[in-house]
C-alpha cells in the first residue's frame, strides 16, 4: 500500500511533465494522471488502514480527500484552463497537502502545501483576486491558529491528541481559514480553483475536534451556517458569484463539523456531496446534499436545543434555495465523459450513503431501505417503459385492436 500511497501523489505531477512535453495534449495528459490519482486513492480508502512513506501518509479520511481533490481536476473544463501542467502540479501539491505528516496530520506541512496550490492553480487558470486573495486571507487566518497551536501545545498535530479547552480559540481560527479556502475554490464550477474545495474541508474536518469537544460551539456552527445560506443565494446579474451548490453544500458541512450533537457523520457526507457538485458544475448537483441533510436533521432532532434548531432552519433555507436555482429554467450542458467517475460515485451518495463507513456513524438506515425501494420501482418502471418503446405497431393497438370491416358494416 506504500506504493500506492507514493503513486496517488506522483502521478499528477507525470501528466504535468507529459503536458509540458505534448501541449497539443496537455489536459488530457493532465486529467488521466488525476485519474490514476483518484484510482490509487480510491484503492488506500477501501483498504481503510494506516498507510505511511517517509513524512506522507494516509488514512481512510486523507484517501477521500485526495480522491475527491483528484476527480475535480479531471473534471475541469477545457475553457477554464491555461495552463494544464501547473494545473498537474497542483494536483500533486494538493496531495501532499492532504497526507502531510508522519502518522496524522502536520498542520503546517498541510497548510504550506495548501499556499502553493492555491499559487499554482491562480496561474493554471484566469488569475482572479477573488481566487487568490480569499484564498491567502484564509490561509494567513489559519496559519495564525496552526502557529498558536504550537506555541500552546508545542505540537503541530491536527487534531491534537489531548484537546483542551484552552486550544479552541485555535482550532476556530484554522476552521475559519479553511472556510474562506473553500469559498476561494469555489468561485468557478469546472475550473481549476475548485481543487480547494476538498483540501479546504479537509483542513477543516481536521481541526474540528479542538472546537467541539463534547458538545460543539452553537454560535460558530451558526454563523457558518448564515454564510452557507448566502452562498445559496448568491447571484448577481448575468453570472452567479459562484458555484452554489459547492459552496454551500461544503460551508453546511463545516458548520455542521462544530455544531452540538453528534454530526461529524452528516458533515462529512455533505462534505463529500460538496466536492461532487464542485467536479459536477451544474445546479442538479445540489440533490447529492440529501444524504447529509437528512443525517443532519436526523442529529439535531436527537440532540435538541436553541442553537440545533437554528442550524436546522438556515440548513433548510440553504434546502430550498438550491432546488429553487434548479428550478431555473436554463440551458443543460453537454455532460463530459471525464466526469463518469464522480456520476457513479454521486449515485452511490444518494443510494447508500449508509454504506460510506469512512463517514463514521449515521443513522441513515431507513434511508438506505427507501432509497433502495425507489430503485428497485424506478428500474421496473424503466424496463417497462424500454419494452413497450421497442414495438414499432404501438402496444395499444396489438392489446386492443379495431372492429374488423364486416362488423362496421352491420353496424352503420
Same mark, same amino acid.
Given at each position: 500500500?506504500?506504493? @500506492?500511497?507514493?503513486?496517488?501523489?506522483?502521478?499528477?505531477?507525470?501528466?504535468?511533465?507529459?503536458?509540458?512535453?505534448?501541449?497539443?495534449?496537455? *489536459?488530457?495528459?493532465?486529467?488521466?494522471?488525476?485519474?490514476?490519482?483518484?484510482?490509487?486513492?480510491?484503492?488506500?480508502?477501501?483498504?481503510?488502514? @494506516?498507510?505511511?512513506?517517509?513524512?506522507?501518509?494516509?488514512?481512510?479520511?486523507?484517501?477521500?480527500?485526495?480522491?475527491?481533490?483528484?476527480?475535480?481536476?479531471?473534471?475541469?473544463?477545457?475553457?477554464?484552463?491555461?495552463?494544464?501542467?501547473?494545473?498537474?502540479? +497542483?494536483?500533486?501539491?494538493?496531495?501532499?497537502?492532504?497526507?502531510?505528516? %508522519?502518522?496524522?496530520?502536520?498542520?503546517? !506541512?498541510?497548510?504550506?502545501?495548501?499556499?502553493?496550490?492555491?499559487? *499554482?492553480?491562480?496561474?493554471?487558470? #484566469?488569475?482572479?483576486?477573488?481566487?487568490?486573495?480569499?484564498?491567502?486571507?484564509?490561509?494567513?487566518?489559519?496559519?495564525?491558529? $496552526?502557529?498558536?497551536?504550537?506555541?500552546?501545545?508545542?505540537?503541530? #498535530?491536527?487534531? /491534537?491528541?489531548?484537546?483542551?479547552?484552552?486550544? %479552541?480559540?485555535?482550532?476556530?481560527?484554522?476552521?475559519?481559514?479553511?472556510? /474562506?479556502?473553500?469559498?476561494?475554490? &469555489?468561485?468557478?464550477?469546472?475550473?481549476? +480553483?475548485?481543487?480547494?474545495?476538498?483540501?479546504?474541508?479537509?483542513?477543516?474536518? #481536521?481541526?474540528?475536534? @479542538?472546537?467541539?469537544?463534547?458538545?460543539?460551539?452553537?454560535?460558530?456552527?451558526?454563523?457558518?451556517?448564515?454564510?452557507?445560506?448566502?452562498?445559496?443565494?448568491?447571484?448577481? $446579474? !448575468?453570472?452567479?458569484?459562484?458555484?452554489?451548490?459547492?459552496?454551500?453544500?461544503?460551508?453546511?458541512?463545516?458548520?455542521?463539523?462544530?455544531?452540538?450533537?453528534?454530526?461529524?457523520?452528516?458533515?462529512?457526507?455533505?462534505?463529500?456531496?460538496?466536492?461532487? +457538485?464542485?467536479?459536477?458544475?451544474?445546479?442538479?448537483?445540489?440533490?447529492?446534499?440529501?444524504?447529509?441533510?437528512?443525517?443532519?436533521?436526523?442529529?439535531?432532532?436527537?440532540? !435538541?436545543?436553541?442553537?440545533?434548531?437554528?442550524?436546522?432552519?438556515?440548513?433548510?433555507?440553504?434546502?430550498?434555495?438550491?432546488?429553487?436555482?434548479? %428550478?431555473?429554467?436554463?440551458?443543460?450542458?453537454?455532460?463530459?465523459?471525464?466526469?463518469?467517475?464522480?456520476?457513479?460515485?454521486?449515485?452511490?451518495?444518494?443510494?447508500?450513503?449508509?454504506?460510506?463507513?469512512?463517514?463514521?456513524?449515521?443513522?441513515?438506515?431507513?434511508?438506505?431501505?427507501?432509497?433502495?425501494?425507489?430503485? &428497485?420501482?424506478?428500474?421496473?418502471? /424503466?424496463?417497462? @417503459?424500454?419494452? *413497450?418503446?421497442?414495438?414499432? &405497431?404501438?402496444?395499444?393497438?396489438?392489446?386492443?385492436?379495431?372492429?374488423?370491416?364486416?362488423?362496421?358494416?352491420?353496424?352503420?
Amino acid at each position: 500500500m506504500g506504493a @500506492l500511497l507514493v503513486l496517488a501523489v506522483l502521478a499528477p505531477a507525470a501528466g504535468a511533465v507529459t503536458a509540458a512535453l505534448v501541449p497539443e495534449r496537455g *489536459l488530457d495528459a493532465v486529467r488521466y494522471g488525476a485519474l490514476g490519482s483518484a484510482a490509487c486513492w480510491f484503492a488506500l480508502l477501501v483498504d481503510a488502514s @494506516l498507510v505511511s512513506v517517509s513524512r506522507l501518509h494516509s488514512t481512510p479520511l486523507v484517501a477521500a480527500a485526495g480522491c475527491g481533490a483528484a476527480l475535480v481536476v479531471a473534471a475541469v473544463d477545457v475553457d477554464a484552463l491555461d495552463r494544464p501542467p501547473l494545473a498537474g502540479v +497542483a494536483l500533486a501539491a494538493a496531495s501532499i497537502a492532504v497526507a502531510a505528516g %508522519r502518522t496524522a496530520t502536520d498542520g503546517a !506541512g498541510a497548510l504550506a502545501a495548501v499556499a502553493a496550490t492555491t499559487a *499554482l492553480v491562480a496561474f493554471a487558470g #484566469q488569475r482572479s483576486v477573488r481566487v487568490w486573495g480569499t484564498a491567502a486571507v484564509g490561509l494567513v487566518i489559519a496559519a495564525v491558529g $496552526v502557529v498558536a497551536l504550537r506555541s500552546a501545545a508545542n505540537s503541530w #498535530q491536527l487534531p /491534537l491528541a489531548d484537546a483542551t479547552a484552552s486550544h %479552541r480559540s485555535d482550532g476556530v481560527l484554522v476552521m475559519v481559514g479553511a472556510a /474562506l479556502v473553500v469559498l476561494a475554490g &469555489a468561485h468557478r464550477a469546472r475550473g481549476p +480553483a475548485v481543487v480547494l474545495v476538498p483540501v479546504g474541508a479537509f483542513v477543516a474536518v #481536521q481541526a474540528a475536534p @479542538l472546537v467541539h469537544r463534547a458538545d460543539g460551539v452553537a454560535s460558530l456552527a451558526i454563523l457558518l451556517g448564515l454564510v452557507a445560506a448566502a452562498a445559496a443565494l448568491a447571484a448577481r $446579474v !448575468g453570472r452567479p458569484l459562484l458555484d452554489r451548490p459547492a459552496a454551500a453544500l461544503t460551508l453546511l458541512a463545516l458548520a455542521a463539523l462544530v455544531s452540538p450533537g453528534p454530526t461529524r457523520g452528516p458533515a462529512l457526507l455533505l462534505a463529500a456531496a460538496g466536492t461532487m +457538485a464542485a467536479a459536477l458544475g451544474v445546479p442538479a448537483a445540489a440533490a447529492l446534499g440529501v444524504p447529509g441533510g437528512v443525517a443532519l436533521a436526523i442529529a439535531l432532532a436527537a440532540r !435538541g436545543g436553541s442553537g440545533a434548531f437554528v442550524l436546522g432552519v438556515l440548513a433548510g433555507g440553504v434546502a430550498l434555495a438550491l432546488a429553487a436555482a434548479v %428550478r431555473r429554467p436554463g440551458p443543460m450542458p453537454r455532460p463530459s465523459l471525464w466526469i463518469a467517475p464522480v456520476l457513479v460515485l454521486g449515485a452511490w451518495l444518494l443510494v447508500a450513503p449508509g454504506t460510506w463507513g469512512w463517514v463514521g456513524s449515521v443513522n441513515l438506515r431507513a434511508y438506505d431501505l427507501g432509497a433502495a425501494r425507489a430503485l &428497485a420501482g424506478a428500474a421496473l418502471c /424503466l424496463l417497462v @417503459l424500454v419494452l *413497450l418503446r421497442r414495438d414499432p &405497431a404501438h402496444w395499444y393497438a396489438h392489446a386492443f385492436p379495431p372492429d374488423s370491416p364486416g362488423e362496421d358494416v352491420v353496424r352503420h
